[in-house]
């Protein structure tokens, strides 16, 4: 097994820039981890294998002519299945977009392209990015690499088991109820939901394009990857302003002043409202907090004051179910738009 499968994006750019390793050496190190292990995890749906190999051999060309595209210079990275990529299919797992082909790039996709990131393939997803599990109608289900009987999470799944397995070092996936922040938890690997609107939404399907954005608040667009740092980068990379959308601002660059961690008050629970928790998820709450006591932390155990879980997570299914049924109907008109029909198969 090559070690560069299990390298974080940051250190793949730099060892790329530095010359102790092609880009393309690192995109065949990927396919070849995807060709031993994506038939059993199902996690990267479409593979854009040739098109990769000429990028990484055009970003080596460019390197040697002192040409570096950006931060991601050479580094192959996954998209989840909901963003557009131009030239390459797009379906978010949505049976009337089998074989959508879009023009244009989503924002976020585009500055990864911009910043020098390779485009290996998309990965994974429950129809319509809604699901806490990832069982597609159209690809099947994705399974988790620690143990394939188990899920990788949803919506983000395929996405979370491709990062953890060593099938991708960054993966562009979304969250609105957790998509990203469970599959990541399942997965074992880094997931950031950034705060709303600070990444764009242009570009992404939820229903067939032209139609109605089901969702504008909540779901967000966020990277996974296998180090904080990753995360870190991504972000700085596909956040801030965009004319595609006006509800984006400008991303704020300023820096956060550094505490020391004693002077950080923690609370923590494993009482969610009657909602079960394993004992091995309760003992490492418990050890964390003793961990954190002992290096001087003021540490508390407790719930949020007239916090009503179970009527939260009624609530929480109720208005999944609302939202995946308007979804639903916004994507499903009479007909196709007419500048889309020739590039759908229904």
């Known amino acids: 097994m090559s070690d560069l499968v299990f390298s974080s994006a940051h250190q793949l750019a730099k060892d790329i820039r530095d010359r102790q390793v092609s880009s393309l050496e690192v995109l065949e190190a990927y396919l070849k981890q995807i060709s031993q292990h ?9 593979l854009d294998e040739e098109r990769s190999r000429q990028r990484a051999k055009a970003a080596d060309e460019a390197l040697a002519r002192g040409e570096i595209w950006g931060a991601l210079h050479g580094v192959p990275v996954t998209i989840k299945d909901y963003f557009e990529t131009a030239g390459l299919r797009s379906t978010c797992s949505y049976k009337p977009l089998a074989n959508y082909i879009p023009n244009t790039d989503a924002t976020a996709v585009a500055r990864l392209r911009t910043a020098g990131a390779i485009i290996l393939g998309k990965t994974n997803l429950p129809m319509l990015g809604i699901g806490l599990q990832t069982d597609s109608p159209l690809f099947g289900r994705a399974n988790n690499p620690w143990n394939l009987g188990c899920t990788p999470g949803g919506s983000t799944g395929g996405g979370a088991a491709a990062v ?12 609105g109820g957790g998509s990203i922040r469970a599959p990541s938890h399942f997965c074992g690997v880094f997931g950031l939901k950034p ?27 966020g990277p996974l990857a296998r180090s904080v740092e990753d995360l870190r980068l991504c972000l700085s990379l596909i956040e801030g302003a965009d004319n595609r959308e006006w509800e984006v ?11 020391p961690l004693q002077a950080c008050r923690f609370a923590w629970t494993d009482d969610f409202g009657g909602v079960p928790i ?21 540490v508390e155990r407790c719930n949020p004051p007239g916090f ?17 049924a308007t979804i639903c109907r916004s994507a499903q008109p009479t007909r196709c738009p007419d500048w889309i029909d020739a590039k759908i198969s229904v």
């Open 164 to 175: 953890a397995a060593g099938l991708s070092p960054l993966e562009l996936g979304g969250d």
């Open 195 to 221: 705060t709303e609107h600070r990444v764009s939404f242009a570009g992404l399907i939820l229903g067939l394009p032209g139609g109605s954005r089901g969702w504008r608040h909540l779901a967000v667009v």
């Open 249 to 259: 601002p400008p991303a704020p660059k300023e820096t956060v002043p550094q505490r």
């Open 308 to 324: 009503d879980f179970a009527q939260v997570n009624s609530w929480i299914w109720q208005s999944n179910s609302t939202l995946y």
């Open 38 to 46: 994506n038939s059993k995890l199902n996690a990267i749906v479409t």
């Open 278 to 298: 394993t004992a091995d998820t309760r003992a490492i709450l418990e050890n964390l907090a003793i961990t954190l006591e002992q290096l001087g932390c003021r």
